[in-house]
């Protein structure tokens, strides 16, 4: 009896040369190679999780996500929802393709072949339960956050993503190098602490594009990272626009990671104090624009979920451990079992320490004082 397999997929997702192309590769593949009878579901403005839910019979035996962040996350969601066991085969058509990345389906620099091996899971590929993230009731799977650095995900473009890829993203991280940064109040484990920051993400994922290593553990150990991003100067913009666009490490950006279970970020209704070099940027900007619109003051400043606009601030956000199967290619699985690790609930990983901490809830007291 032959196998049943759903395809959803973007049709303007034209990171690739021509859909045509990848589409009848991969109904080759499912139909000739590995004796799937194939059905095809393309989405369109305004197609959520509902839909998907729908098409979610109990025959089926293959889900395949073909599309940028956002496609891929809402047919995760829908899976997670259902709380269905269907594996999902990931084809990466999109511009950051984060969870691909990180879950070793495209290489990790940002100028890698999107189709270059994304049809290898569906033969071969090992399926792995692993986590996902609610924000405000809405899942992700990659990341969510709120900030100008944030915000940077959303600005480009659809044709300017088509056009630039990954640089669609630098060019709009760039512009925010004026802005004033956000005074975020931050609650987990017991603990509320305020810290300014241009960027504030939880991901379910190790690397934001940020040029970290990438394992597998953290999609699966049921923990999220709080990842706090303050640029203060012009070579921590360019140590994360580098470690963005072209993968490059550097222990000097100011890009600081805790393990969280569930966490509560607030957005203040005051901005934090621009440095001499944001200053520099912001008049700048004022001579070559004639004009410059200051960001408004609020606690309800845009969030963000895998690429996309949801909503506001305040984020109460959650993980949801092993959520949903997705077919990960063989040697990242070997790599995860060879570097596993337990880590408790709040633990400091990566850069920040405590002392971090109190020196940004100090310049966060500090940009309070002034503003009186």
């Known amino acids: 009896m032959p196998k049943q397999a759903l395809v959803v997929y973007n049709p303007t997702a034209k990171s690739q040369d021509q859909n045509q192309t990848w589409i009848s590769r991969l109904v080759s593949a499912l139909s000739h190679q590995e004796r799937y009878v194939v059905t095809l579901f393309p989405t369109r403005e305004g197609t959520t999780s509902d839909d998907i ?12 996500a073909a599309g940028g962040d956002g496609t891929i996350r809402s047919v995760l969601a829908a899976l997670a929802r259902a709380k269905s066991t269907v594996p999902a085969a990931l084809v990466p058509l999109g511009t950051g393709n984060v969870l691909c990345r990180n879950l070793g389906i495209l290489g990790e620099h940002f100028f890698a072949d999107s189709l270059a091996h994304a049809f290898d899971p569906i033969a071969n590929g090992v399926p792995v339960r692993i ?18 650095l944030s915000d940077a995900f959303m600005t480009p473009a659809r044709g300017a993503k088509t056009n630039f890829k990954v640089l669609a993203y630098v060019k709009a991280m760039l512009e925010t190098m004026a802005m004033r940064p956000n005074i975020f109040k931050i609650t987990l484990s017991g603990r509320t602490f305020t810290v300014e920051a241009a960027g504030v993400f939880v991901a379910n994922v190790e690397d934001l594009g940020l040029g970290k290593p990438c394992h597998l553990n953290t999609l699966t150990d049921g923990f999220l990272n709080l990842h706090v991003l303050d640029p203060k100067n012009f070579h921590e913009y360019m140590a994360i626009g580098f470690r ?20 509560l970020i607030e957005a203040m209704p005051r901005r934090g104090i621009r440095s001499q070099f944001q200053r520099l940027v912001t008049m ?30 305040p984020m109460q956000i959650s993980v949801v451990p092993q959520a949903v199967t997705v077919l990960v290619p063989p040697e990242r699985v070997h790599e995860s079992a060879a570097s596993s690790g337990d880590y408790e ?6 850069f920040i320490s405590a002392t971090q901490i109190k020196a940004a809830e100090t310049r966060a007291d500090e940009t309070r004082a002034a503003s009186k």
Do not use: W
């Open 345 to 350: 609930a709040g633990e400091v990983t990566g």
């Open 53 to 64: 839910i729908a098409l979610i019979r109990p025959d089926l035996d293959l889900i395949v």
């Open 284 to 313: 700048i900007r004022r001579l070559l624009e004639g004009k410059f619109t200051l960001a408004r003051t609020s606690q309800f400043i845009p969030a963000m979920i895998d690429g996309d606009e949801c909503g506001t601030t």
């Open 131 to 148: 986590d996902m993230g609610t924000m405000n009731g809405h899942y992700f799977a990659g990341m969510a956050g709120a900030g100008p």
């Open 244 to 263: 963005f666009a072209a993968g490059h490490e550097d222990a000097r950006a100011p890009h600081y990671v805790l393990r969280v279970k569930d966490v």
